[in-house]
């Protein structure tokens, strides 16, 4: 059964239950002639947590479990023939029942035994969507019951709402750095393996990039380089050129926007500005592909400069493009959330209109400036798709923006396309450039915190 239509139907029956909680709270305060606690609505409230609260868990514990326990019950009930097999041909053979089982296309041919165990999966499969919602609709009810139950005209119910709100909120943050320390120790993990093979310095120092690996001993020219540097310095060119454009255009646009625009032109302007957010990074791609790079090329030839085909200037272009809205929306919000008493202030003390822009509102909407700032370089340095199409695959070690360069992101995604081998150098190179991005990032962070901080210290 699919999990979205059941966390719908708990939602709605949680509403249903916010309804029923707060009339049951008045009905009550009504007939025992005394005033309520806390406002009804806390009343609707605690019923509808107890109503969905419990179903919710149970439904992600039983996604969580139930793939894993109908596979284990099937493989149970093959044939000794199979489960004998080893483990990857093992779970290959459940894998195409599973797919069998569902409709989809097995990678090998259809017989006899499978279509049983297929059957079997499908009955085990029906039976465990009928448990689940059977015990979906008992936890909903006992949990209604339960908390109609406690519900009397001295009961406290928002300290306990509150209290449940809080546990909510912090199971989520926690959610959130769990998951962020999870993904920083798989990939450290795995580019620890990828370092015992090649030496740090070679990686961090290499002037080339070449992840070639060898397949048997006598194979010429597959010896493999993984220098660092050419795709840093790629990923730094491209996204230096993406920030010239953004910065300027995205700055000067927020303040146009906040202090010069009218009512009526800013309600139209901000939204087509930010439309550039949403349009796909792939159309972003072909345009700098189709558009910019041959224009640039034909441009460059005109005054006698050799533009490659596939440039980083056309790439950083397109891209700046694509990040001024992080920097022009965020910086507006910022700079209409300065104080207009700050505004006054300046210009009662005879400042021009330029002058308090320049020497009070935009000083007091740094510290969110920055973070708009520092948002948009993480989108540069982690934009894939432009890059492949406007700038290439070509890792070279060059501050020319005219000729083609490449950059981590590109080199990640490269080295895991198709079905690879987690034991090869080449392969496990990816989660290394997955680090060295983490550090390059993490290292943009703290130099923005400082700027913050300290301009904090001058101007507070």
Do not use: C
Not at 259 to 276: T, V
Not at 367 to 378: D, R
Not at 396 to 424: H, M, R, W, Y
């Amino acid at each position: 059964m699919n999990p979205v239509v059941l966390f719908l139907f708990l939602l709605l029956l949680s509403i249903a239950a916010y309804w029923l909680g707060r009339r049951y709270s008045l009905q009550q305060a009504a007939g025992d002639r005394r005033q309520l606690h806390s406002m009804p609505r806390y009343y609707g409230y605690y019923v509808a947590l107890w109503t969905a609260l419990p179903a919710v868990f149970l439904l992600l514990l039983w996604q969580f479990l139930d793939q894993g326990l109908i596979t284990r019950m099937v493989a149970a009930a093959l044939p000794d023939s199979i489960r004998i097999l080893p483990a990857a041909e093992l779970q290959l053979y459940l894998n195409d029942v599973a797919n069998l089982a569902r409709g989809n296309i097995t990678s090998t041919e259809v017989d006899a035994t499978m279509q049983a165990a297929a059957d079997h999966f499908r009955r085990l499969q029906s039976l465990s969507d009928m448990s689940l919602l059977a015990s979906l609709i008992g936890l909903v009810i006992a949990g209604a019951a339960l908390a109609l139950r406690q519900i009397n005209p001295e009961f406290r119910s928002r300290p306990r709402v509150e209290a449940l709100v809080r546990w909510m909120l912090i199971i989520s943050a926690s959610i959130a750095i769990l998951t962020t320390v999870g993904i920083v120790l798989s990939v450290l993990f795995e580019a620890i393996r990828f370092f015992q093979m090649v030496p740090v310095g070679d990686f961090l120092f290499g002037l080339h990039w070449s992840p070639q690996v060898a397949m048997r001993e006598d194979q010429v020219g597959a010896s493999g380089a993984f220098g660092l540097v050419p795709l840093l310095a790629g990923t730094m060119l491209v996204a230096f050129i993406a920030m010239t454009v953004a910065v300027p255009v995205g700055l000067m646009s927020a303040i146009y926007l906040a202090e010069f625009a009218g009512q009526r032109l800013r309600a139209w302007a901000k939204p087509l500005l930010e439309i550039l957010a949403g349009i796909p990074t792939v159309v972003y791609g072909f345009f700098a592909a189709l558009v910019v790079a041959p224009m640039l090329r034909d441009g460059g030839s005109m005054i006698g400069l050799d533009v490659s085909s596939e440039s980083a200037l056309a790439a950083g272009l397109v891209m700046g493009i694509m990040i001024i809205p992080f920097v022009s929306s965020l910086s507006d919000d910022v700079i209409n959330a300065v104080p207009q008493t700050m505004r006054d202030g300046s210009y009662a003390l005879g400042a021009t209109r330029a002058e308090t822009i320049v020497r009070v509102i935009v000083p007091a909407a740094l510290p969110g400036i920055v973070g708009g700032v520092l948002l948009a370089v993480s989108r540069a340095i982690g934009e894939t798709m432009i890059v492949v199409m406007a700038a290439g695959l070509t890792a070279k070690l060059t501050a020319n923006p005219l000729e083609s360069v490449t950059t981590i992101t590109v080199q990640i995604v490269t080295l895991l396309v198709g079905d690879q081998e987690f034991d090869s150098p080449k392969t496990l190179a990816a989660f290394a450039l997955g680090l060295a991005l983490f550090i390059v990032t993490l290292l943009l962070n703290v130099l923005a915190l400082h700027v913050v901080k300290k301009y904090r210290e001058e101007y507070e």
